[in-house]
């Protein structure tokens, strides 16, 4: 089993500026996907961001050039760093970790609003 523990989001303004962690614990495999998926108010999970083991990443077309998303292997934890957010980044923010299967964390709310 694998335990995903989240941290980062609030409430901010358009234009502000918020950084999510989620670090991994338990059975951890050596190569592996970690991620954020979000879900805003009825719409479906969509993939944010994630890397692999060996760097490669992955975007949603709607945050490139505003978010990056970056791991540190040997702390197993993964970050996004949020910039220049717009209200329609506003969603609960879930922690992904793939290694033949899905781990999700529990989701950390990310509110962009004036």
């Known amino acids: 089993q694998v335990q995903l523990v989240e941290s980062g989001g609030g409430l901010v303004q358009p234009g502000g500026s918020l950084r999510l962690s989620c670090a991994a614990s338990?059975?951890?495999?050596?190569?592996?996907?970690m991620g954020w998926y979000r879900q805003a108010p009825g719409s479906a999970r969509e993939l944010v961001a994630n890397?692999?083991?060996?760097?490669?990443?992955d975007y949603a077309s709607s945050v490139k050039g505003r978010f990056t998303i970056f791991r540190d292997n040997d702390k197993n934890t993964v970050y996004l760093q949020m910039n220049n957010l717009e209200p329609d980044d506003t969603a609960v923010y879930y922690c992904?970790?793939?290694?033949?299967?899905?781990?999700w964390g529990q989701g950390t709310q990310v509110t962009v609003s004036s």
């Open positions: 338990g059975s951890i495999f050596s190569v592996t996907i």
């Open positions: 890397m692999r083991t060996d760097g490669r990443t």
């Open positions: 992904n970790y793939y290694a033949g299967k899905n781990y």
